[in-house]
């Protein structure tokens, strides 16, 4: 008897408890947040009064339901970026505080959409409804969480994946004038990964609508948006929404990889990024630094592009690799953004307009460029066939500059000018047609063991083509071997020559016979 009036007793206590905290529940409910007032306004900035709760980068609710991001915290008021078109909003209007930082739904539903930085939708399909959240700015994963970068993420660009390859949770910037090509060699890269298990992300931040939509008709046209997420701000959008974007895009992005996924995120462009950051921090009256930019700028990009990386497998093994554009004016590699982010990044891949005027394209210019990771990560079929590659091109380049001023080159020298025009038509390739690994190797192996030496240049197109069709005769265990860190052996290496020998050999006997 004793021992039931004892449960009894418990059971009451625990009812009146749990009354108790249901009660205060209640009565928290019904207390108001804080409610501030906005004391000025200005060119995306609202000044804010009376909310001394408020914490760094909460997200705050403003009468005519946009929001505003509280980065400055004064004693006396609150600097506002709002996130909204502001036209309705007046000084004296209540301002409330969300007790939330920024977020934005993340999951497999956000694949094939094209949304803004807060998640609306901006492809006319409706809501995108997701089950979770994630902060905009989460922090960068620990060291002991990161493991090497070890599986390269083929761009389908010859150049790059040969010369400059890039490995999955590598950051590679890339940076050019203006109309050098640079969004499509971050296309190109995307449309590449059909079919290879990486999902991708791309960020438009500040761009002009008509090239959103350009970059979005080809994603869809080439069948590359059914893996692909598109965050998008334009030109005419406020600048705290252009500041949000890239944190936008790699929470979503950090939803794959945290499940195992290799995940590409393109960054189009950080020069943007860092212009609307300026704007924003100029009519917060902070303090300008170097070039009119904040002192912070150099933190704000590395924040960002340090969440790029390789987890541990006791993590998932996922990745996040980065693809950063950054704009230069007049191939000034040494101002201000572009040195930040070379120093962020782990290599670089540089655009000329020189190149891109006489129609070398993709217009890389292989001296400045460089990848200080990927080529551990590069495959051994592609290091073995490209291994002095770069080191022939750099030769010629100098050699033809040189040739230039009418110099009497001897034999060697020739042949060395020879090999390296070769070398230069093979690595043309017109945009939005990536290469497969197969067809790469077969041409960069025709290309060093001197197939194409008796090929005139006006038909090296014709006969890579030539090349690329025969990858077929190649038996299927060979080509299976192409796609694991295993090196090409002399056994394979003279299969493949064979057939390649054969396809340049059986097309100039065909030009041939046509001349006649």
């Known amino acids: 008897m004793t021992q039931e009036l004892g449960r009894l007793g418990v059971v009451l206590e625990q009812t009146v408890a749990g009354l108790a905290k249901a009660r205060e529940s209640v009565v928290s409910r019904l207390v108001p947040t804080e409610v501030g007032r906005v004391a000025a306004l ?34 006396e008021e609150i600097g506002v970026v709002l996130l909204h078109d502001a036209a309705n909003l007046r000084a004296g209007d209540e301002v409330r ?81 203006r109309q050098t090509g640079k969004t499509t060699v971050a296309l190109d890269t995307i449309l590449n990964q059909r079919g290879k298990g990486v999902l991708c992300v791309y960020c438009a931040i500040g761009q002009r609508a008509a ?44 939803y794959f990889m945290e499940r195992g996924r290799d995940v590409l995120v393109v960054y189009d462009d950080l020069t943007h990024h860092a212009r609307a950051y300026r704007e924003l921090s100029l009519l917060l009256r902070r303090p300008p630094g170097r070039e009119a930019f904040p002192g912070d700028i150099f933190y704000i990009h590395s ?54 005027d006489l129609g070398v394209l993709p217009a890389v ?58 070398i230069r038509e093979c690595l043309k390739q017109p945009e939005f047609s990536p290469v497969v690994l197969d067809e790469q190797i077969a041409v960069l192996l025709a290309l060093t063991s001197g ?30 071997r192409f796609d694991t860190a295993a090196k090409l052996s002399d056994e394979d290496r003279q299969v493949v020559l064979k057939v390649v020998r054969n396809a340049v050999e059986g097309g100039a006997h065909e030009t041939g016979e046509g001349n006649r």
């Open 303 to 356: 924040r960002l592009l340090e969440r790029a990386t390789h987890l541990r497998p006791e993590r998932g093994g996922g990745s996040l690799t980065a693809l950063p554009i950054v704009e230069t004016e007049a191939q000034n590699m040494s101002a201000y953004i572009p040195t930040n982010l070379i120093s962020i990044t782990d290599g670089q891949i540089v655009l000329t307009p020189t190149l891109f």
């Open 365 to 422: 210019d292989v001296g400045k460029s460089v990848s200080r990771v990927g080529g551990k990560a590069q495959r051994g079929a592609v290091r073995a066939v490209a291994g002095d590659l770069k080191l022939a091109y750099a030769q010629f380049e100098e050699l033809e500059t040189f040739a230039r001023f009418g110099a009497r080159l001897d034999e060697s020298s020739q042949k060395t000018l020879e090999h390296g025009q070769r």
């Open 211 to 254: 090239a959103v939509a350009k970059a979005t008709a080809i994603l869809r046209d080439h069948g590359a948006l059914e893996y692909t997420v598109v965050v998008v701000t334009e030109g005419n959008d406020p600048p705290g929404l252009a500041y949000l974007a890239p944190y936008a895009a790699t929470s979503i992005a950090e």
């Open 42 to 75: 200005s060119n995306s900035i609202a000044r804010v009064t009376g909310l001394p709760g408020v914490g760094s980068e909460e997200l705050l609710l403003f009468p005519d339901g946009g929001y505003g991001i509280a980065l400055n915290i004064n004693p």
């Open 97 to 177: 505080r969300t007790e939330r930082v920024m977020d934005v739904g993340v999951g497999p539903e956000l694949l094939g959409r094209i949304i803004d930085p807060l998640g609306r939708p901006l492809d006319n399909r409706g809501a995108v409804v997701t089950d979770l959240r994630y902060p905009i700015e989460r922090p960068a994963p620990a060291i002991m969480d990161r493991a090497p970068v070890s599986e390269p993420l083929q761009t389908g660009i010859k150049v790059i994946d040969a010369l400059i390859p890039i490995g999955r949770g590598q950051r590679e910037l890339i940076l050019g004038d």
């Open 451 to 480: 197939v194409f030496q008796g090929v005139p240049l006006e038909q090296m197109p014709e006969a890579e083509k030539r090349v690329r069709r025969a990858v077929t005769e190649i038996p299927i265990a060979v080509r299976e």
